[in-house]
């Protein structure tokens, strides 16, 4: 069974700082897709970044960019220049055959 | 454009009362469509998903179950809500092998 995992559950950060949360996965498969989504206090989940497992580029989204290492099956989200609307849960996912499997989320607080 | 809608946003129910959630999604036809749980700071639980009118495959045996009536309409449902059915329920469609959510409902059962 495919599994994700992000070791860190709480993570914090200054404004206008760098920070990049991890996520690792486990699959056998060669094709699948992985996402990072936010949720807010709102609880709406956003999605931030989408990466295809078949393309070596790291995808990037204005100030959010991936680390894509698909030998290691490592996946990590880097945040520039964070803003105190970046706080929230973040969640990293896989899919294949149009389904998820989300990690437990990392709770990222931006402090002003 | 797409949009996913959802109903009712908030709601609280005794146990042992009967629940109908709803999710309709405009802009897009034959979608899969998901229901999801989250309890309180935890990560997300797929409940139920539906390639197709009347086809619903579930993912985790409850007390809950779903219906696809419409093309563009899932429907969460349970004859008797239990205390453990508290949460907050997220329906989503797939484009692309991209889930989209909608504002989600928060379900008290007291």
């Known amino acids: 069974a495919q599994t994700v995992t992000q070791s860190q559950p709480e993570m914090s950060v200054q404004e206008a700082e760098t920070v990049t949360l991890s996520c690792t996965y486990d699959t056998s498969e060669n094709n699948y897709y992985l996402f990072w989504y936010k949720q807010p206090p709102s609880r709406q989940m956003i999605l931030v970044i989408r990466?295809?497992?078949?393309?070596?580029q790291n995808a990037t989204e204005n100030r959010f960019s991936v680390n894509f290492q698909k030998a290691a099956k490592s996946f990590s989200l880097k945040i520039s220049d964070s803003q105190l609307g970046d706080t929230a849960m973040y969640f990293c996912?896989?899919?294949?055959?149009?389904?998820?499997?989300f990690g437990k989320g990392t709770l990222l607080t931006v402090n002003p | 454009s797409q949009t996913i809608h959802q109903w009712p946003a908030t709601l609280v129910q005794p146990v042992g009362s009967p629940l109908s959630l709803e999710c309709t999604v405009e802009g897009t036809s034959n979608p899969n469509l998901y229901w999801y749980r989250q309890a309180a700071g935890r990560g997300l639980q797929l409940l139920f998903y539906s390639v197709g009118i009347g086809q619903i495959s579930s993912e985790v045996p409850q007390n809950l179950s779903a219906s696809r009536p419409q093309d563009r309409q899932f429907i969460l449902s349970s004859k008797k809500l239990l205390l453990s059915d508290s949460g907050f329920y997220l329906c989503?469609?797939?484009?692309?092998?991209?889930?989209?959510f909608g504002p989600g409902t928060r379900l008290l059962v007291l």
């Open positions: 989503a469609w797939a484009g692309l092998e991209t889930q989209y």
């Open positions: 990466q295809e497992a078949y393309k070596q």
């Open positions: 996912a896989w899919a294949s055959n149009y389904k998820l499997t």
